[in-house]
Structure formats: structure tokens, C-alpha cells
């Protein structure tokens, strides 16, 4: 048997980890990407010589739309784990337990938008202006996606059942 097929056999047999912990991950995760996020806004003007903050303001959101999908599919189809699911000892795999290709990692952070999809177009078309307004409508949309899970047998995000992949508690075997 290969290393690849041990690692598959293994991770298969691996728990589902519960919501309450995979929200912590999600926020942690979110708090990392703040620095992320910085790096890239400051990136982006430089080299556009952006001078004020509206102006470019889509072309800005477009980069860090990419920079977040390299983030993401790079941490993923590369070890399963990004900075915050290794502290929280959260991998992700296929739902057989392999590990994740590019191309499923891509598909993944393409539909995980759907924890703030519904949230953002129902503020825009509420005409809705006050942050304060789309930070709560952005709350309250997360809390029901993750919510979602619990309709699913083995608790899974929507985004995972589509794409056929799943997290599973994970702590790396330390070297000897």
C-alpha cells in the first residue's frame, strides 16, 4: 500500500468536527486574513498609486477576491490546512479522504461565498448604506448557514456536500 492510500484509509475514519468548534476556526480564520487582506490593500495601491480610498475601489475588492482564492486553494490542494486550522487541528479532505485537488479547492472557495452571498444582496437590495446595518445582516446570514449543518446527517456545510469535501479533526503525527 502507498503512503498516499495510508493517508487515505486514515483520514477517512477521521470525526466530523462539531460546528461550535469549526465557527472558532471560521473567526480565527478571519482574524488571520485581516492581516492578509492589509497586505494586499496596501499591494494594490502602490502599485495603482490609488490616492483615495473610493477610487479603484472595485478593482481593489477584485484583487483581494484572488488573493484570498490563492490563500485558500494554495493552504488547501497543499496539506488541507490553512495557519487557522492547524492551530484548531482542522484538515480538509475529499469525502473519501484524500487530499484535495486545486481545481476542488478552487470550486470550495467559490461556494464557501455562500456564508456572505445572501447577507451582501439582500443589503444592496434593501439599498441598505450604514455599516452597522450590513455588519448585523452579515452576522445574522453566517449564523444561518452555519446553522444549515445541523439539517445535514453527518453535519456538513453546504459548501462541502457540493463539493464533496469535508473537515475532519486532524493532529499531525510529531517527529520522532
Known amino acids: 500500500m502507498t503512503p498516499a492510500g495510508e493517508a487515505t484509509q486514515t483520514t477517512s475514519l477521521l470525526p466530523t468536527p462539531g460546528v461550535a468548534r469549526r465557527m472558532a476556526a471560521f473567526v480565527y480564520e478571519g482574524v488571520l486574513l485581516f492581516g492578509v487582506i492589509f497586505i494586499a490593500g496596501f499591494v494594490y495601491s502602490t502599485v495603482t498609486r490609488q490616492d483615495h480610498a473610493l477610487r479603484g475601489q472595485t478593482g481593489l475588492q477584485l484583487f483581494?477576491?484572488?488573493?484570498?482564492?490563492?490563500?485558500?486553494?494554495?493552504?488547501?490542494?497543499?496539506?488541507?490546512?490553512?495557519?487557522?486550522?492547524?492551530?484548531?487541528?482542522?484538515?480538509?479532505?475529499?469525502?473519501?479522504?484524500?487530499?484535495?485537488?486545486?481545481?476542488?479547492?478552487?470550486?470550495?472557495?467559490?461556494?464557501?461565498?455562500?456564508?456572505?452571498?445572501?447577507?451582501?444582496?439582500?443589503a444592496h437590495a434593501a439599498g441598505l448604506q450604514s455599516a452597522a446595518q450590513i455588519f448585523t445582516l452579515l452576522i445574522v446570514g453566517v449564523a444561518a448557514y452555519a446553522l444549515l449543518a445541523l439539517l445535514h446527517p453527518q453535519r456538513q456545510f453546504l459548501h462541502d456536500v457540493v463539493c464533496g469535501t469535508r473537515l475532519v479533526t486532524w493532529r499531525a503525527k510529531s517527529p520522532r
Open 64 to 122: 483581494v477576491f484572488v488573493v484570498l482564492a490563492l490563500y485558500f486553494v494554495t493552504f488547501w490542494s497543499r496539506g488541507g490546512q490553512t495557519v487557522a486550522m492547524r492551530a484548531w487541528h482542522l484538515r480538509l479532505v475529499t469525502a473519501s479522504g484524500a487530499a484535495v485537488t486545486p481545481r476542488r479547492a478552487l470550486a470550495r472557495y467559490l461556494l464557501a461565498w455562500l456564508w456572505f452571498a445572501p447577507a451582501l444582496i439582500a
